[in-house]
């Protein structure tokens, strides 16, 4: 009975929200994603040295720059924004509380900052905001960041994460979906499966609204979160676009400062010094911003978590590779633009390599991998030859792009 009350309320809550969205929501151009989104949280601050911050971004390979912290005046907000246009940057400005029709424009200017982690009983003002920007700079993204699935009923304000999300879908109805989640990776404390389970709530709600989904991961210590090593930051990239985000956020850019921050080491610290996570950004954003102009072509047409007791066979039925030797594997599974399809073969150890023998459903000759150093289309090469089979060598927590031919009719 519970449950029937539950499914009831929710189909009510449904047919408000589009029946509020469809009277409410302005005509014009909604905003379209362009390129990968390789972002972060905190930029930097607006001193004298901005100039310098912005091109170690660009030379990082960050693609977006999210503001509020720095950035956060119409002087400064008007600076970042030339900083970004000279460095082929796009930013979602932070003004939160200026008026839709003074926000600022220019081919820089992806949208604005709207809300971080709202709570349901935020979504009828958000819907307003997102409206009023829509009518005054259509085009533009009003951005909202949700909290992430661990959150407590009290602060999502109803009692369970895909209704939260759901609701937030109908009432507000934006034009990215995007989330925070900060998975703990050590044998003592492992929640990276959690991690996926949130990533697939935003795979499924995206999908279903026609939109990108975008999320943040860890790449500081802070509070009970160890500082992540490369591979940790590589595994949680991957895992993402494994499940079809377009568009990775890096907590933190520029270190915070506050009693939960003690021992900085974000990848730029409160002072400016260069932690060594900036070099392991830079590696690995050059590989996805490779990647993306393919990524940003593919449709996500499933997911699949390969571990080592599993019949990998049995799991793989039906989808492009064939079967895997035995690991730990994460494969998400893409429909191209053009009709092709596409894999994401993820190593999901993230502490040591994969060495996979690999059986695609076409012929190896067929078989095109995404560069990761240029984005161009190549032969699939075996990398051990010497071995029967196709060999794939992967990296703790790197993921293969591969592209196929169209399935059969």
């Given amino acids: 009975m519970k449950s029937n009350v539950r499914i009831l309320a929710f189909v009510a809550w449904t047919l408000i929200g589009v029946a509020i969205a469809s ?47 720095g950035a956060r005046t119409p002087e400064t907000v008007a600076r970042q924004l030339a900083l970004c246009e000279k460095h082929d940057l796009k930013a979602l400005v932070g003004l939160y509380t200026t008026p839709a029709d003074q926000l600022p ?21 958000l819907a307003k905001r997102v409206n009023e920007i829509r ?15 661990y959150a407590s009923p009290e602060q999502l304000g109803v009692d369970n994460y895909d209704t939260h999300v759901e609701r937030f879908m109908t009432e507000v109805n934006t034009d990215v979906l995007s989330m925070d989640y900060y998975p703990y990776m050590s044998p003592e404390r492992d929640t990276r499966h959690r991690y996926c389970e949130n990533l697939a709530v935003m795979r499924r709600v995206s999908l279903e609204h026609g939109i ?11 509070g009970a979160h160890d500082d992540p090593t490369e591979s940790q930051l590589r595994w949680q990239i991957y895992t993402s676009l494994a499940y079809g985000a377009r568009g ?28 060594r996570h900036y070099d392991q950004a830079t590696r690995i954003n050059a590989a996805v911003k490779a990647l ?97 089979g196709l060999q794939v060598s992967l990296d703790s927590g790197q993921g293969r792009l591969f592209v196929l031919p169209a399935g059969k009719q």
């Fill in 23 to 69: 009277a409410a929501e302005p005509p014009g151009q909604r905003f379209a994603q362009d390129r990968i989104a390789i972002g972060f949280w905190v930029d930097p601050p607006a001193d004298e040295n901005m100039p310098l911050y912005y091109e170690q971004i660009a030379k990082a390979n960050f693609t977006v720059v999210l503001g509020g912290f």
């Fill in 105 to 125: 424009t220019g081919p820089a200017c992806w949208g604005y900052m709207v809300k971080d982690e709202p709570s349901v009983k935020d979504f009828p003002e």
């Fill in 135 to 149: 009518r005054a700079r259509p085009g533009k993204l009003a951005y909202i960041n949700l909290y992430p699935s």
């Fill in 212 to 222: 990108p989904f975008w999320n943040f991961f860890n790449a500081m210590p802070f």
């Fill in 248 to 275: 990775v956020l890096y907590f933190c850019y520029w270190t915070p400062k506050g009693r939960e921050f003690p021992k900085g080491g974000a990848i730029v610290t409160a002072e400016g010094r260069l932690t």
């Fill in 292 to 388: 993306g102009p393919t990524l940003m072509k593919l449709s996500s047409t499933a997911v699949v978590r390969i571990r080592p007791q599993d019949d990998a066979t049995a799991l793989l039925g039906g989808m492009p590779i064939r079967s895997l030797t035995p690991g730990d594997y994460l494969v998400g599974v893409f429909t191209h633009a053009d009709g092709r399809r596409a894999v994401m073969l993820n190593n999901y150890y993230y502490d040591r390599t994969a060495w996979p023998t690999v059986a695609f459903d076409a012929d190896d000759a067929q078989v095109l991998e995404v560069s990761a150093k240029d984005g161009g289309l190549a032969p699939i090469i075996d990398d051990s030859p010497a071995m029967e």
